[in-house]
């Protein structure tokens, strides 16, 4: 039996949407130690600026409060906000109740409720991401997530499950059970 050639981008596209689900993206967060832990660091009000080989600013992270419970190991921050810059500024700003931050993997887990938004600038127009659990590789910029997510951009409104964000490659995907609504009206005036 000859395969059929439509469906081989179909099955390309499923397997990519699956392997992004189930790969990397989809690790477990890093545990939290016990309540009775000892931290070997802890910071009230914290704000770290982190630049780049070539000495401009990548991303600024700051909270509330830091923990770390070993040198170089995993940093558990309260009230955590990640600015991700570009040569023009910020880029993207994500805020969550918490989140554990892997330095020397340039890795950020949010955990509960996480907002992006990312600022309107020239022809590109502001949009606001609600998801959870958010994964942001601060190396890459790439921001994924496997939880219901929503998408707002003016004129437009989309729900579904799964979040890719790409800052370098400029693009947005909600990737299944995506429903999208086009309108002018405020959220609170549009039918469900």
């Known amino acids: 039996m000859i395969p059929d050639p439509r469906r081989a981008p179909l099955a390309a596209r499923l397997l990519a949407a699956g392997c992004l689900l189930a790969g990397p993206a989809a690790a477990e967060p890093p545990a939290e130690p016990a309540a009775d832990a000892e931290p070997t660091l802890q910071i009230e009000g914290?704000?770290?600026?982190?630049?780049?080989e070539d000495g401009r600013p990548t991303h600024r992270l700051q909270?509330?409060?830091l923990r770390e419970y070993d040198r170089d190991a995993v940093q558990f921050i309260d009230d955590p906000e990640l600015d991700l810059l570009d040569q023009r500024g910020l880029n993207w700003t994500w805020r969550a109740p918490r989140a554990a931050h892997q330095p020397d993997r340039e890795l950020l887990h949010t955990f509960g409720h996480t907002r992006g938004l990312r600022p309107e600038r020239?022809?590109?127009v502001r949009?606001?991401?609600?998801?959870?659990?958010v994964r942001v590789a601060l190396d890459t910029r790439l921001t994924?997530?496997?939880?219901?997510?929503?998408?707002?951009?003016?004129?437009l409104f989309q729900r579904?499950?799964?979040l890719r964000a790409d800052p370098q490659a400029d693009t947005i995907e909600l990737l299944a059970e995506v429903y999208t609504l086009y309108s002018d009206l405020?959220?609170?005036d549009r039918p469900e």
């Open 46 to 52: 914290f704000t770290a600026h982190v630049t780049g």
């Open 186 to 188: 405020p959220q609170e």
């Open 160 to 162: 579904g499950t799964g």
């Open 122 to 124: 020239d022809e590109r």
């Open 127 to 133: 949009t606001v991401i609600e998801s959870r659990d």
């Open 144 to 155: 994924t997530s496997s939880a219901p997510s929503t998408l707002e951009q003016p004129g």
């Open 63 to 65: 909270g509330s409060r």
